[in-house]
């Protein structure tokens, strides 16, 4: 049997239709009536419902976490957990999930856009996830990274940049990196209401003045720097303090030292919090994995699989089957047989 959507609807069927409707007394009263009410079984659905996404809980806000709950957190001990999200449903499972922070980090460039570093990234770019993000979270405390560029230059660009992540993001921390050298930004940046994160150790907007990746503070003046940077940024009031890429027993150093809390990315276990990137606990990632990176679930293999059933499935015309496709109502399937057959006489 033909489908619905090879049949031709050609002008011997739209004068039969209109037939109908002229002639509601006709012999074809009955069954043009029952066909415009659809009533009975069978009938197409006028919305189209979308699969949604998260749980229940969404419409249900927990515990707020905010900059003066994060110093709780470090005063009591409790470990404060920290992860990326680049787009709403991500942002969204991450919140429900009960994580602490969320970070829009600038690591969107790779994971997100395919670029090489973190370098290429703009501002718009970065808000325009922000903004994404913003719409899934509503518990965690959401951090934005001011991206390489936007706050390196003149300090009147960095405080308006860092105010577009809050007016038109919905940030409620930004992120910037660098030690005592921002110490002043970062004042100026406080002083206009905005909190901020700092970010030292291995610092990714300086890959080229570190000539690569590496582990910071490997050696006395490395370990000096560092804890200068801390003190500096501590001193300056950002809201908390992401350490990367430096050694377990210099993180321990910092963490003890200073009031903010800490959260380490490949600084080890005593920082007062942990971040990863969400594409790297979930395999989602090209590359081979940093030494710190923990891999939670295999994302990469699960969407492989079911692309592939789907194409599959396709392929084999076993999708879709009857029982998800739409169907005429009875009476208008009835109406429709009608005009076709009356169609056919005609053709004879």
Do not use: W
Request: proline share 4%; aromatic share 4%.
């Amino acid at each position: 049997m033909k489908t619905l959507a090879k049949i031709p609807i050609d002008e011997a069927i739209a004068a039969q239709l209109k037939y109908l409707q002229r002639h509601p007394n006709g012999v074809d009263a009955t069954m043009r009536a029952q066909a415009l009410s659809a009533r009975g079984g069978g009938a197409l659905e006028d919305i189209m419902s979308i699969t949604p996404i998260g749980g229940a809980s969404f419409g249900n806000p927990g515990r707020k976490v905010t900059t003066a709950s994060l110093r709780d957190q470090k005063l009591h001990h409790e470990p404060i957990t920290c992860l990326t999200a680049y787009d709403y449903a991500t942002a969204r499972l991450v919140d429900e999930a009960g994580i602490d922070m969320v970070l829009v980090g600038d690591s969107l460039a790779q994971t997100m856009l395919g670029y090489d570093n973190t370098l290429s990234v703009t501002m718009d770019e970065m808000l325009h996830h922000v903004k994404a993000v913003r719409r899934g979270v509503k518990n965690a405390l959401l951090i934005a990274d001011m991206p390489y560029g936007s706050y390196q230059v003149d300090t009147k660009d960095a405080i308006l940049n860092a105010a577009r992540f809050v007016k038109e993001g919905g940030a409620e921390v930004i992120k910037l990196e660098g030690g005592e050298r921002r110490a002043d930004l970062i004042r100026r940046i406080i002083d206009a209401e905005i909190p901020v994160a700092g970010h030292i150790g291995l610092t990714p907007q300086s890959v080229n003045v570190m000539g690569g990746y590496k582990v910071q503070g490997k050696n006395l003046g490395g370990i000096e720097q560092l804890m200068r940077d801390a003190v500096a940024l501590d001193r300056a009031g950002v809201a908390c303090l992401y350490l990367e890429g430096i050694p377990r027993e210099v993180a321990a150093m910092i963490t003890a030292e200073v009031g903010t809390p800490t959260i380490g990315i490949g600084a080890g276990p005593e920082c007062d919090g942990q971040v990863l990137v969400f594409h790297d606990i979930m395999g989602l990632t090209f590359g081979p994995a940093a030494k710190f990176v923990r891999r939670y679930g295999d994302a990469a293999a699960l969407i492989t699989n079911a692309v592939q059933g789907f194409r599959a499935d396709v392929r084999s015309q076993h999708y879709p089957s009857d029982e998800e496709s739409y169907h005429l109502p009875k009476e208008t399937k009835t109406a429709l047989d009608t005009v076709l057959m009356r169609k056919r006489a005609m053709a004879r």
